[in-house]
Nanobody, 119 residues
């Protein structure tokens, strides 16, 4: 059984910073792409950033230059450093991992962590 456990969300003022972490555990043989998505109230879930196993990254236009995704392959952990936060970044942030486990290649999701940016 694979689990993704997120941490680091919270309440911050506009212009502030937060760092999200997501650790994958369980029967994992290969971790491919890891990423962060978010769902704001009344909106669809959207990609924030993702990173491949060799470190290639891509970001949503709305977060470029403010957010940085990174990963520690030895710890099966992905991070999202968020700076210059804006009220429109308020959302539930979900970790995602595409990995090879005991049931083959599958997508897995974390439970979500709330990020609230006050103006």
């Amino acid at each position: 059984q694979v689990q993704l456990v997120e941490s680091g969300g919270g309440l911050v003022q506009a212009g502030g910073s937060l760092r999200l972490s997501c650790a994958a555990s369980g029967s994992i043989f290969s971790l491919n792409v890891m990423g962060w998505y978010r769902r704001a109230p009344g909106k669809q879930r959207e990609l924030v950033a993702r990173i491949t196993s060799v470190g290639s990254t891509n970001y949503a236009d709305s977060v470029k230059g403010r957010f940085t995704i990174s990963r520690d392959n030895a710890k099966n952990t992905v991070y999202l450093q968020m700076t210059s936060l804006k009220p429109e970044d308020t959302a539930v942030y979900y970790c995602n991992a595409f990995l090879y486990g005991s049931q083959g290649w599958n997508d897995y999701w974390g439970q979500g962590t709330q990020v609230t940016v006050s103006s």
